[in-house]
């Protein structure tokens, strides 16, 4: 089976900017679930969204948001950009929710 | 508030030897609990789990304890490779399926 996959892998952009980052899971997951990691927080959680809905969120501001679409594929957007959101954003999906399977990544850096 | 720490930032073992990783939790919620592997700018890697039920998970070289009372983990790898070199991190997850990451702990194996 193919791994979970991202796009784009590395990504600049300027202050103020929005982006948006897409994942592809496991052929069969249904769950897909993302992370941001930086030295100084470490990996958080962002979201989770199942079956098009999200069922959770983490404490990260409204600037942050998702969908999923009906092939379990999801994005995930952030607008007006900030320096502090340079970081890797991981993106996981899981049959159980528990297990999760992560991709590589994607390096965003803000400037 | 850490949910889940790993207090050990690193950790340095001969090869062949065992390498013990430990975690502990505060929320008694957590009821699965992952080890993940990391090398830098890419995507962890799921290694084993354990759930709540049980105390001893094993796969091939990787074990995992769980000692529910003390609220603590461990992951022993026998025999360690250079390989095995790497971030590992522990994750809990309880019914929000969100997972809660340790700091991670950076292990070295010497040939």
């Known amino acids: 089976k193919a791994g979970v996959t991202q796009t784009p892998r590395y990504l600049i952009k300027t202050r103020g900017q929005q982006v948006t980052l897409s994942c592809s899971p496991i052929?069969?997951?249904?769950?897909v679930s993302w992370y941001q990691q930086t030295p100084g927080q470490g990996l958080q959680f962002l979201f989770e969204?199942?079956?098009?809905?999200?069922?959770n969120k983490g404490n990260f501001p409204g600037r942050f948001s998702g969908r999923q679409f009906s092939n379990s594929r999801s994005e995930m957007n952030v607008s007006t950009l900030e320096l502090g959101d340079s970081a890797l954003y991981l993106c996981a999906s899981s049959a159980t929710g528990s297990e999760q399977y992560f991709g590589p990544g994607t390096r965003l850096t803000v400037t | 508030d850490q949910q889940v720490k790993q207090n050990s930032p690193s950790l340095s073992v001969q090869e062949g030897r065992i390498s013990i990783l430990n975690c502990d939790y505060t929320n008694s919620m957590f009821d699965y609990f992952l080890w993940y592997k990391k090398y830098p700018a890419e995507g962890p890697t799921f290694l084993i789990s354990?759930?709540?039920?049980?105390d001893k998970n094993e796969d091939g070289r990787f074990t995992v304890f769980l000692n529910k009372s003390a609220k603590h983990l461990s992951l022993h790898i026998v025999p360690s490779q250079p390989g095995d070199s790497a971030v590992y991190f522990c994750a809990a997850t309880g019914s929000a399926r969100q997972l809660t990451f340790g700091s991670g702990t950076q292990l070295t194996v010497l040939p």
């Open positions: 969204y199942f079956s098009e809905t999200q069922r």
């Open positions: 052929s069969g997951h249904r769950s």
């Open positions: 354990i759930s709540s039920i049980k």
